[in-house]
């Protein structure tokens, strides 16, 4: 994956980024790991920006002892300065979930490596957008280290 000394490059659906932040452990956590230690790129756009932080403030997310306000404001940095922000031109609709859209169109315009999801029905079905792989968070770490 890492051709060319080239850093991956991820659009990851909000249920691997959330998973992530909430178990600690597991594909989700490894692949939030690896952005946090630059082995990755974490890509986003306005429209996943907002859906991550609107997750984050759901009650039945809440309850986990660690989304804290605080920690939302230190996500909410992170997603401002940690992360490439992606300008979103392509209007692809390829998703029965028009809400998973966005994720496609980011990872289009982001010229993502992969896009890291663990929705079977919707996106992991389309399996490719322009040829960029969509895949689940335990395949795109293989993928990274092989």
């Known amino acids: 994956m890492e051709q060319e000394g080239l850093l991956p490059r991820l659009v990851i659906d909000t249920n691997v980024f959330v998973s992530g932040l909430i178990s ?6 490894l692949i939030l790991r690896a952005v946090r ?35 939302v404001a230190d996500i909410a940095a992170y997603l401002v300065y940690q992360t490439e922000r992606v300008e979103l031109r392509s209007r ?22 992969l896009l890291v999801t663990g929705d079977k029905t919707d996106l992991l079905a389309l399996r490719k957008v322009e040829g960029i792989p969509i ?3 335990r395949e795109a770490l293989e993928r990274m280290e092989g």
């Open 135 to 137: 895949v689940s968070a």
């Open 24 to 29: 600690g452990e597991g594909p989700p956590a």
């Open 37 to 71: 230690d630059k082995r990755a790129i974490h890509l986003v756009s306005d429209p996943i920006v907002e859906e991550y932080l609107r997750v984050l403030d759901r009650p039945r997310i809440r309850k986990f002892r660690k989304i804290t306000d605080a920690f």
């Open 92 to 113: 692809i609709r390829m998703s029965s979930d028009a809400d998973d859209d966005v994720f496609l169109n980011t990872a289009v315009d982001g010229r993502a490596t």
